[in-house]
């Protein structure tokens, strides 16, 4: 991202180092983003029948209405997303981030739930308790004779949309306001500034690059999303458009494609937008206070207030896995605002496979977020801190995996590498590593927009007092930069990790037999029989408290350490 | 952390090495079927044949065809196993399925009055299906609505927005519903009927399990399905009727061996098995509920349990054309997703205004307004291409890519949408001049 403005940067030439890191990240990308996807997308620059190449797809693209409305369609719900996931996002944020408030540790946490959506049958809590004839519609009417149609069209993708990502704006957010230094907070309070003025004019605009990591990503992630649209029939949408084209049976129509074309073009777009929008700023702060901002005390009132609202977010946004909770103990639950009977037989039915499914998905998901955290880091200090030719390609090429649909990337794989036959004759594709580097590449923007907040924040006169006190550039980035940006990192790491044990589209294809099988399979396979349900349901709830049990400890450990470096000063 | 991640691929490695370690009895299956399915012959199996072990590979059935086009340098799947006829075809017309000539004998040459078995021997039906109408008892109380019992029904205005279907070009089995009726009704009258269905459409899901998952919860009230999704929501306690409408058709669901298997001995035996008496059994379970292909079995079937073998419905069933429908497959798909599935507003619009003027009508008939009402139906349910055209070769060229340039998909599929869009609108219009003249 064009990011560089922000500070004036030294014009250091580039030193081998980074010329290294850039072709090594540069060739990673290229072996297993660039070419599997390029192999399937370059259909869409091809004329049908001759195969040459031309644009003709992309005018037939923009003289269907079809495709117009979708298009216009996505970019409405995307922005109408951001703005309510903003609303849900900053009361939780703020509370937690400049209030004493017992149970931040919890809401950090809860708030973080939401992202982890089991495929299926996250769909299916929803429908039970928002959909027509859901929980809260059947009530309503017995009531009072009305429904409200919070899962029908666009309005509906925007209500689920929004409950589902705002921890991208909260998690992004939260770093940022624990980053941001005291002396700032009280220089403004000595200069007279309080309240609400104080957030508006100083604590908020020094957030800023955490709120945008997580609007942008929330937006790019809405426009590209197909799991949400499809699941409430409303296909209107270009995400869904693709993937309905790309996954048909025996049809060979480039429009898949070109859409896949365009919806990278898009995300790239808002993307780059985010950056103009920074550009020309500074959000760093040098001296590092500890702790964060000051957190003050809650007044008797206030703090009931304060409870009310973050208990009633809490429960709209936990809804769909509250809905889970109750379908995994369901006997039968049918046009009933509650199940008819409760069970446990349906954690009986998944005990003795889940923990093989829990192993495969704790081993793929922390090692894709590992490899996200170290490559996201390293573009994010190459952009930011280097001048080196092509950084700002690595940049648009990793976003651009978040417009790539799953199952475009799992066809890349399988056309690249199988082909590929390892010394026992199985070809390449089907080793489960496989399935760790297309989940790594699938969730590698979210790692990265969390390095680049975390690297803003991060003043570079740090740097170079320690250079000039005769520091290398490693142990620079070692000792100082690292360090500085722990929070960011595990944000970033946690937000990869706890999206990539949920995914499916990407694994369906690669998956190649039971005992490599992460739990988003194991929950697709139950998913498809009337009596699957509530294993299924059971599955997901298991996956649920395992990622939530993961993310729970890195938060620990970052308020641990930040108290220790409060403690310290 | 460095060492918790060290363990962790350490103890992937080791898993990996057991998982590779197996006696070479290893039949790798690819289907679309659930665990409910799968996992009763996969135990039934392994203990009629001892050293073959079954994996079990679970993709949709368009990802399983994808899967084993894409993989096919190097195969290594030996069985491909789902209910979808057209998948079969469309995988033995890659040359991608093995033939094979089963041990077991005796089993009947069709059901109903489709061939049970790829007459090449390319694929073998196991179990038959049978389309029709599935309904929530709770959703159609609380509603006061009736069970439907035929195709037609769903049309009328009661069900208006109660009823959900799986769209065609995602979901083979419904794609067959459609061609049945089609087939059974005419080019014309039968997308008549098949709109005259969609104005009433709650939803159009992108998935068939989506249908029956909708109904079971309560979601909509009536889906168009096969018949053992609805068998076996019922053994599982769900609320549920089904009905045989009276022009359908039973098909077989399928299994055929892949070319190149690299466990071929293994792959014969599971079809042997499959098809054994033994494994028809398993189709009774509560959980599966299909009907089985060797009519013995039928005397092992719960109560009520539909016999397309006796059962005089099944023999009045419609002759199944698969040639015809073979030709135009994916212009049907095509037609019912942008006359349907993507214009559902605009369909749902027209049909809500011409059962008010139906109703209105029937209080207070008007030949002036009964001739507008007409032709409102007419437009609504024009179609932009005849039967002889959909099945053309120009036509079909533009969906398959073939050698020769011909129209794109994206303009016809256009062409179609626009014509869709102005004859709804208009028949909106002329309905709710009707009900002016009436009221």
């Known amino acids: 991202m064009a990011l560089v403005a922000s500070v004036p940067i030294r014009p250091a030439a580039a030193k081998p180092g980074q010329i290294l890191a850039v072709s090594v990240i540069a060739l990673f990308l290229a072996i297993f983003l660039v070419i599997p996807a390029g192999t399937i997308i370059y259909t869409a620059f091809t004329e049908k ?88 519609n059947l009530l309503l009417n017995d009531w009072f004779g009305i429904r409200i149609p919070f899962m029908e069209g666009l309005n509906g993708v925007i209500f689920v949309q929004s409950l589902h990502y705002f921890p991208f704006i909260l998690i992004n957010l939260s770093t940022s306001l624990r980053n941001i230094d005291r002396s700032m907070e009280e220089a403004a309070q000595n200069l007279g500034s309080s309240g609400f003025r104080l957030f508006r004019r100083i604590v908020f605009p020094l957030a800023m690059p ?59 777009f808002a993307m780059w937008l985010s950056a103009v929008a920074m550009r020309g700023k500074d959000y760093s702060t040098v001296q590092r206070g500890g702790g964060g901002l000051s957190r003050r005390k809650l007044s008797r009132g206030e703090s009931a207030i304060a409870y009310g609202v973050v208990a009633l977010i809490l429960l709209l946004v936990l809804s769909p896995h509250i809905g889970l909770l109750l379908l995994s103990f369901a006997t039968v639950w049918s046009f009933s605002p509650l199940p008819d009977a409760y069970t446990v037989a349906h954690y009986g039915r998944v005990f003795g496979e889940s923990s093989l499914y829990i192993k495969n998905t704790l081993i793929y998901a922390s090692l894709a977020g590992l490899i996200d955290v170290v490559i996201g880091g390293a573009i994010a200090y190459l952009v930011l801190r280097t001048k080196v030719v092509g950084r700002r390609w690595l940049d648009w090429a990793a976003t651009a995996a978040l417009a790539i649909p799953g199952v475009v990337l799992g066809i890349g794989y399988l056309r690249t590498f199988y082909g590929i036959t390892l010394p026992d ?19 590698l923007p979210y790692a990265l927009r969390a390095c680049y907040a975390a690297l803003q924040q991060v003043s570079e006169s740090l740097e170079e007092a320690a250079e000039n006190l005769g520091a290398t550039k490693q142990r620079t980035i070692r000792r100082i930069v690292l360090p500085l940006m722990t929070g960011g990192l595990l944000a970033g790491f946690v937000t990869s990790f706890s999206t990539a044990a949920v995914e499916l589209s990407a694994t369906l294809m690669l998956i190649q037999s039971n005992s490599d099988a992460p739990i988003a399979y194991g929950l697709y396979v139950f998913m498809q029989s009337p009596a699957g349900r509530g294993p299924g349901a059971a599955l997901g709830v298991i996956a649920v408290i395992m990622v939530a049990l993961c993310t729970l400890l890195s938060h620990y450990v970052i308020e641990r350490r930040q108290k220790a470096l409060g403690t310290a000063k | ?85 057209d998948a079969f075809d469309s995988l033995k017309s890659k040359e991608l399925l093995a033939k094979f000539t089963p041990s077991v004998t005796g089993l009947p040459e069709k059901v109903g009055s489709y061939p049970v078995n790829d007459p090449d021997g390319f694929y073998f039906g196991f179990a038959a299906s049978g389309y029709g109408i599935m309904s929530n008892d709770r959703y159609l109380e609380a509603n006061n609505l009736p069970k439907p019992a035929e195709w037609g029904d769903l049309a009328k205005p009661e069900y208006f927005d109660h009823v959900a279907i799986a769209a065609p070009s995602r979901s083979g089995t419904t794609h067959l519903t459609i061609e049945t009726i089609l087939q059974g009704e005419g080019w014309d009258k039968g997308w008549g009927t098949l709109k005259g269905i969609g104005g009433n459409l709650q939803q159009v899901t992108e998935r068939s399990f989506g249908v029956p998952d909708a109904v079971n919860s309560g979601q909509t009230g009536i889906g168009i399905v096969i018949d053992f999704f609805a068998f076996s929501a019922q053994a599982s306690g769900f609320p549920v009727s089904f009905a045989y409408p009276s022009v359908t058709t039973v ?166 949408a626009a014509f869709a869009t102005e004859k709804y609108a208009a028949a909106k219009a002329k309905a709710e001049e009707a009900l002016n003249l009436v009221d």
């Open chain 2, 1 to 85: 952390m460095l060492k918790t991640i060290a363990a962790a691929m350490l103890m992937s490695a080791a898993f990996i090495v057991t998982a590779h370690a197996q006696d070479g009895g290893k039949v790798t299956i690819v289907t679309s079927f659930s665990k409910d399915v799968t996992d009763p012959f996969k135990a039934g199996f392994e203990a009629a044949n001892p050293g073959f072990t079954l994996d079990v590979q679970n993709k949709s059935t368009s990802s399983g065809v994808k899967y084993i086009d894409e993989t096919k340098v190097n195969n290594q799947v030996d069985l491909f196993w789902a209910s979808a006829p």
């Open chain 1, 210 to 268: 955490g709120y945008l990591a997580g609007a942008s990503l929330v937006f790019v992630k809405v426009f590209d999303d197909l799991a949400t649209p499809l699941l409430l029939n409303v296909k209107d949408m270009l995400a869904p458009q693709a993937y309905l084209r790309v996954t048909s049976v025996g049809l060979t129509d480039p429009m898949g494609y070109v859409i896949s074309v365009i919806l990278i073009a898009v995300s790239i």
């Open chain 2, 251 to 416: 098909v077989p669901a399928n299994i055929g061996i892949v070319a190149n298997a690299p466990n071929q001995a293994g792959a014969e035996a599971f079809v042997n098995y499959i098809l054994s008496e033994k494994g028809q059994e398993v189709l009774l379970e509560p959980a599966i509920r299909r009907l089985p292909i060797n009519p013995a079995l039928y005397a092992k079937a719960p109560e009520g349990f539909p016999n397309p073998f006796k059962d005089p419905r099944f023999q009045s069933m419609i002759t199944f054309d698969s040639d015809v429908s073979k030709k135009r497959t994916d212009v049907v798909d095509t037609l019912f997703d942008q006359l349907i599935s993507f214009q559902l507003e605009n369909l749902k619009g027209a049909t809500q205004a011409i059962h008010a003027a139906e109703k209105a009508l029937a209080a207070n008939e008007q030949p002036a307004a009964r001739a507008l009402l007409d032709e409102a139906k007419a437009l609504a349910a024009a179609m932009p291409i005849t039967a002889e055209e959909a099945a053309s070769k120009e036509t079909r060229d533009a969906f398959t890519g073939g050698e020769e340039k011909t129209a794109r998909q994206a303009e016809l599929e256009q062409k179609w």
């Open chain 1, 49 to 136: 029948g001759t195969g040459a190449l031309t644009i003709v797809n992309f005018i037939d693209f923009f003289n269907t209405d079809l495709f117009r409305r979708s298009f216009f369609n996505s970019v409405y719900v995307s922005g109408m997303s951001v703005v309510w996931a903003s609303a849900i996002a900053l009361p939780l944020a703020v509370l937690t981030t400049r209030f004493d408030f017992r149970g931040s540790l919890v809401i950090q946490t809860l708030g973080f739930v939401p992202l982890i959506m089991p495929p299926f049958v996250g769909a299916v809590a929803m429908q039970l308790l928002f959909g027509r004839n859901g929980t809260v």
């Open chain 1, 425 to 443: 004759g199985t070809p390449l594709a089907t080793l489960w590593v496989m399935v760790v580097l297309a989940l790594a590449i699938r969730r």
